[in-house]
Structures are given as C-alpha cells and as structure tokens.
C-alpha cells in the first residue's frame, strides 16, 4: 500500500522559518508531480506550490519568495521550506503526489495527513 508520510509542522514566531517533508512510502513504479496544498480554518483548499518529477516547480502568488519546494527523487520525498511565516499562513498543509503504482500501472492521486502550521504574531 502507498502513502504520504507528512512531518515538519509546528508553532514558530512570525518571520521565522518551518520545513515540511512528505516521504512517499510502498511499492510503486514512480512519482509524477506532487504538490503542497493548505487549508486555513473555514477556507477551501488552495494550491501553494508543486513541483513535477523534473523539477519544474510553480507557486501560489501568496508565497512566492518565501516558500521553496523541492524534492528528492532517491529519497521519494518532497520537502516545502518555509520562510517569512505570517499569520496569514496558519493552515493545515497537505502533501499530494500523482503515484503510478507496479499493479497495471494504475494512477493515484495521493494525499499526505496533514501538518498544522501555526504562525503566532
């Protein structure tokens, strides 16, 4: 069975700094683009940045130059940093990657538990 393992959330002081990781673990064939998404407290679901197995990233407009996501494809992990934390970003941050699994080749669309992310002012 395949899943997305999340670490790295926490507490931390407005403009200071948090890294989110997101290990993908099982048996499967590869992983095609993953991506971090939030979800703030009465809000939707956003997008806050992906990036795809070649390294091609994007970001939401909201954190572009403060947050930076890579990943380590020997490592199947994707990691967020983090900087210039706002209150505004207090949310639950979640992994997702696109998985093709060695059974058929089938594609799935996974998603890590969540970390909260909390930014005290």
């Known amino acids: 069975q395949v899943q997305l393992v999340e670490s790295g959330g926490g507490l931390v002081q407005a403009g200071g700094s948090l890294r989110l990781s997101c290990a993908a673990s099982g048996t499967f064939f590869s992983i095609n683009g993953m991506g971090w998404y939030r979800q703030a407290p009465g809000k939707q679901r956003e997008l806050v940045a992906h990036i795809t197995s070649d390294g091609n990233t994007k970001y939401a407009d909201f954190v572009k130059g403060r947050f930076t996501i890579s990943r380590d494809n020997n490592k199947n992990t994707a990691y967020l940093q983090m900087n210039s934390l706002k209150p505004e970003d207090i949310a639950v941050y979640y992994c997702?990657?696109?998985?093709?699994?060695?059974?058929?080749?089938?594609?799935?669309?996974?998603w890590g538990q969540g970390s909260l992310v909390t930014v005290s002012s």
């Open positions: 997702n990657a696109g998985v093709v699994t060695t059974l058929n080749y089938n594609y799935l669309e996974l």
